[in-house]
């Protein structure tokens, strides 16, 4: 499990960045698979993610996920909330204890972030189509509308496929671009004609900050290419595997 010290400071606040080590599951999806949308078997993925809430000292029943679509929608998390049936959503955000928000990625970026003063506590995933799309806005605005306030929020940005493992093709940067002609600072020159590598940790951070967010941490990793460490989405298709494994980040207020 990693951590950022930014978060470590917060008091009534614990998270944690899973690698995919320390589970149960075998083959492609080995060893601590989160994720249940994977053709893994489900009883090792809830063994994995009790697993997890171990390590935060929590009970199996505190984690919180939801049905990640890359889309900009957030859930906020209740006393009603029922993991039966978890919405389609790409971030949630909660004020109540003891629930452990929980996103589940493999090459897309887990950003969690927290307000300390008003005990409110968010989760997002973020792929280039949420990030460019609005869900880190509007997961601070339903953070805000629970008392949150943009310029006290620490966030951190989890594991995630790093630049130079991101190429993109000759058409990836055209709607950032228009977004900000300042994105091109995301953009290096792949050596292959016309192509790009794309920042995404960087970006988000950038929009992060654009939204006075004065805080936020970076972990220094790269999904792609610490094969050992992270499940990787990209690697998995290049070399041609029919599935690959997910990685959890969580974050919870203490009760």
Not at 90 to 119: F, H, K, Q, W
Not at 186 to 213: C, M, N, Q, T, W
Not at 245 to 252: D, E, F, N, P, Q
Request: aromatic share 8%.
């Amino acid at each position: 499990m990693i951590t950022v010290s930014a978060l470590n400071g917060v008091q009534r606040v614990r998270h944690g960045f899973f690698t995919r080590e320390g589970g149960t599951s075998e083959g492609i999806y080995r060893s601590l698979n989160c994720g249940l949308g994977s053709g893994d078997d489900p009883a090792r993925v809830r063994a994995n993610r009790a697993l997890a809430m171990e390590q935060l000292d929590l009970p199996p029943e505190a984690l919180v996920t939801v049905q990640q679509r890359h889309t900009t929608d957030v859930a906020v998390v209740g006393e009603d909330w029922s993991s039966a049936d978890p919405p389609v959503a790409d971030a949630m955000v909660t004020n109540r204890p003891g629930m452990a928000l929980g996103i589940v990625t493999a090459d897309c970026a887990p950003i969690l972030l927290a307000d300390p003063r008003a005990s409110v506590i968010g989760a997002v995933h973020a792929g280039w189509r949420g990030a460019l799309g609005g869900v880190l806005e509007n997961t601070l605005a339903a953070m805000a509308r629970l008392g949150a306030k943009p310029a006290r929020i620490i966030a951190a940005v989890g594991p995630c496929i790093a630049q130079r493992s991101y190429e993109v093709g000759p058409e990836f940067p055209a709607p950032f671009l228009a977004e900000d002609p300042a994105n091109h600072f995301f953009f290096v020159p792949s050596a292959r004609e016309g192509r790009f590598f794309f920042d995404l940790p960087g970006y988000i951070a950038r929009r992060l900050a654009k939204h006075s967010i004065n805080e936020v941490a970076r972990t220094p990793c790269d999904t792609y290419r610490e094969e050992s460490r992270f499940f990787s989405y990209r690697r998995s298709q290049q070399a041609g595997e029919a599935d690959y494994g997910r990685t959890l980040s969580a974050i919870v207020l203490e009760r």
